[in-house]
């Protein structure tokens, strides 16, 4: 099946597992996605697109090339991204070599006789990273001695989407090829035990608000979304940020089937406030959002020292659009405290105190104000993601309340 050491020997100890990676339906569902700059993409595109064409022709595999449909941020990097879709790993491999042999101008039947030291970056799921690396980093050096070449999680993740990372790959370009494959391969087994959905490879554009201090989340398929645009940020404790993802992450797991969750370390303005965690709920209507934070709430109510106590993080440029309602919000729902905290220029918190049914009632009135007063940016207006309409309305009952006292 393979020429490669590595897979030579693990076949030959188990020959039923080359039969499971020849043909995979988990594969269909699990795009391979390579990032190339924009003149590689060229090359791989060709004249009138007779290149990708053959690519297809020759592996059998569905290749596509995608770069006004990315987001903005993509094109200002000059990036294009190359998806790959096939349920066959002979198909995919035959598809990897026809694109990066035509990337980086090696000629057909030819060898990459140079020898030069190439690098190529593979976009995978953000909910993928840890599995991928492994305990102590097991995985990710196995897949380096297999495939013989350098395999690095680039830090961040990818600028303009939301829970994507890049995968760095640095060597010969045929150590390259190994190493992308060997990455799909991963990743559809992931897919095929649960912990990979194909709504984690959906291309979910992130809309920054104004100054940089926060984002908001937009399907990138186009404005029709129905997807919530202001993420759901819960302020837990690095205690109630492990006792939420569970063991080997079967908690976790078991919320992203309903929503994108993510887990990361608290900005330094939010660490005052006493946690050290964020956990990002977004990728799904303010519904399903809200149910995971119902669920998370229940959770953490489990815990031996649980506080009767709710903290949502928001971006700082929200706050004037929920400030004047949180004494309604607090009659309205019976919580026993909504309180705004300003805790530095980036982000706010927002303290909700009571029972559980209380909280979660006070955080769905408060992120449905948030979802009103937000107008998704216009393409001739990039630069305006937020406008808050609460001092509109103010202004109008203002003048209704005076025209009435003159009459």
């Not at 031996?304 to 971006?315: G, H, M, N």
């Not at 309604?328 to 927002?350: F, M, P």
């Amino acid at each position: 099946f393979d020429s490669s050491r590595g897979r030579s020997a693990r076949c030959a100890q188990q020959p039923h597992l080359c039969l499971k990676m020849v043909a995979d339906p988990n594969a269909v569902d699990v795009p391979c996605r390579v990032l190339l700059s924009s003149w590689q993409a060229e090359l791989v595109l060709g004249e009138k697109e007779d290149e990708v064409r053959k690519v297809r022709a020759e592996s059998g595999a569905n290749v596509q090339v995608l770069s006004k449909s990315l987001p903005a941020a993509f094109r200002a990097r000059d990036e294009c991204l190359v998806v790959i879709k096939c349920d066959d790993s002979h198909q995919l491999r035959a598809a990897i070599t026809g694109t990066f042999r035509r990337a980086f101008g090696v000629p057909r039947g030819g060898t990459d006789d140079e020898g030069r030291q190439r690098t190529v970056e593979v976009m995978i799921p953000e909910v993928a990273c840890r599995h991928l690396v492994g305990a102590r980093g097991d995985r990710i050096k196995l897949l380096r001695e297999e495939a013989g070449c350098d395999i690095q999680l680039a830090p961040g993740l990818v600028a303009g989407l939301a829970a994507q990372r890049r995968v760095r790959c640095g060597g010969r370009l045929i150590g390259i090829e190994e190493a992308v494959a060997r990455i799909h391969e991963v990743l559809v087994e992931f897919a095929s035990i649960g912990i990979l959905h194909p709504r984690h490879f959906d291309l979910q554009e992130v809309v920054a608000v104004p100054g940089g201090s926060g984002s908001a989340i937009r399907d990138s398929a186009g404005p029709s979304s129905k997807n919530s645009r202001v993420p759901v940020r819960l302020l837990v404790s690095k205690d109630e940020c492990g006792w939420l993802i569970g063991k080997r992450g079967n908690k976790i797991h078991k919320l992203r089937e309903l929503a994108l969750v993510s887990t990361r370390d608290a900005d330094t303005e939010l660490l005052e406030v006493g946690s050290e965690s964020v956990v990002d709920v977004f990728g799904a209507p303010l519904a399903k959002e809200l149910c995971v934070l119902q669920l998370i709430v229940d959770d953490l109510a489990m815990m031996r020292d649980a506080l009767p106590c709710t903290r949502l993080v928001i971006a700082a440029e929200l706050s004037p659009c929920i400030k004047g309602h949180l004494d309604s919000v607090k009659c309205q729902t019976g919580a026993s405290s909504v309180r705004l905290h300003e805790q530095g220029i980036t982000w706010h918190v927002l303290e909700l105190e009571g029972g559980e049914r209380h909280r979660l009632a006070a955080a769905g009135a408060l992120h449905g104000l948030l979802e009103e007063s937000f107008v998704a940016p216009s393409s001739s207006a990039q630069d305006r993601a937020l406008l808050p309409r609460m001092d509109q309305q103010q202004q109008q009952q203002q003048q209704q309340q005076q025209q009435q006292q003159q009459q």
